[in-house]
């Protein structure tokens, strides 16, 4: 918009003018012009003036705004094979976490519910809920991003109210993501996850009389591929390291891998299997890891709604 400001010598401009012929035609040339305060005006000198009429924009920093999220997940496992004594495991579980972002940094609460299916007589159980809190990654050079992350647990499942008699945990993570277009890796996605946890528990022993664990460090290895927008493998192997009060340390690992589909940008499907386990057997301390194993290997399919 152009404003005009009326000095005397521009009156007397214009009515010089507007006794003189006028030209058959007229083009008119719009500008934008930036025009300054009262008070800039009137402690400019004509250098400022001129610099302050400049059509260059000056952009406003935009505050964060906060936004919330909900994640809705049921997924259905099934034991790889029937045991020995003819049991299979069958499972339904049904997650729940919502979220609250503000700018580069979210807060969320996850929490589950297992229902067996095989045995009806046992009554469903929790896990104990996650609450966590991250920041989003940053860079750290051209091809390395990390993203920081704390959580507390809190004790609800059966297990850590009446056997481990679990207080609360607290945790402290950072994953380490690899950039893959400079190195050319389009559609991959690699990161390392270090995550250290302490527990706080009433007794060193459970009520069974096992060695709680005290202390834990968890590494994962996730790798994954997009063969389209909608269609990604991903595969995960993590292995835990338990320290009990004793001093007593328990390797225990985990893998799987998942083929997901997403529907839209609310619905995703998803099917993978899963093995886990002790990194060494009980009684003759064999290597215990395992692609695929007929006691612990599981399938599984799940359903993820994302508001």
């Known amino acids: 918009m152009l404003k005009i400001t009326w000095t005397p010598l521009a009156i007397t401009l214009l009515c010089a003018m507007a006794h003189a012929q006028a030209p058959t035609t007229t083009t008119t040339i719009a500008k934008e012009v930036k025009v300054p305060s009262a008070t800039a005006e009137a402690n400019a ?23 919330y999220s909900l994640g809705l997940g049921l997924g259905y496992t099934l034991g790889a094979e029937a045991q020995s004594n ?3 495991k069958e499972t339904m579980t049904y997650s729940f976490t919502p979220g609250l972002s ?90 390392y996850y270090l995550g250290y946890q302490r527990n706080f528990t009433r007794y060193a022993t459970t009520n069974s009389g096992d060695l709680v664990t005290m202390q834990r460090i968890r590494q994962r290895i996730n790798v994954g591929y997009n063969f389209t927008d909608s269609l990604s493998l991903s595969t995960r192997f993590q292995f835990d390291s338990k ?14 891998q998942t083929l997901s589909y997403k529907i839209n940008d609310t619905l995703s499907v998803s099917m993978g299997h ?28 799940g359903l993820d709604i994302s508001l």
Do not use: C
Request: no cysteine; proline share 4%.
């Open 102 to 191: 503000y700018g580069i940094y979210r807060a969320s609460v996850f929490s589950l519910y297992e229902q067996n299916l095989k045995d009806t007589s046992k009554n469903g159980s929790f896990i104990d809920p996650i609450l966590s809190f991250s920041r989003s990654s940053f860079e750290l050079n051209k091809y390395f991003k990390l993203g920081p992350s704390v959580s507390v647990v809190l004790p609800m499942s059966d297990n850590s109210k009446n056997n481990t008699e679990l207080l609360y945990s607290i945790a402290g993570a950072a994953s380490l993501y690899l950039q893959n277009k400079p190195l050319g890796l389009d559609g991959w996605n690699i990161n």
């Open 243 to 256: 320290y009990s009060s004793e001093g007593i340390v328990r390797n225990d690992f985990l893998h799987f």
């Open 274 to 301: 899963t093995n886990s386990g002790a990194t060494l057997k009980g009684e003759n301390y064999d290597n215990n890891i395992k692609l695929y194993d007929e006691a612990a290997s599981e399938y599984s399919a």
């Open 86 to 88: 003819g049991t299979r």
């Open 45 to 67: 000198t004509p250098a400022a003036a001129a610099a302050a009429t400049s059509t260059a924009e000056v952009k406003k920093e935009e505050a964060p705004s906060v936004k």
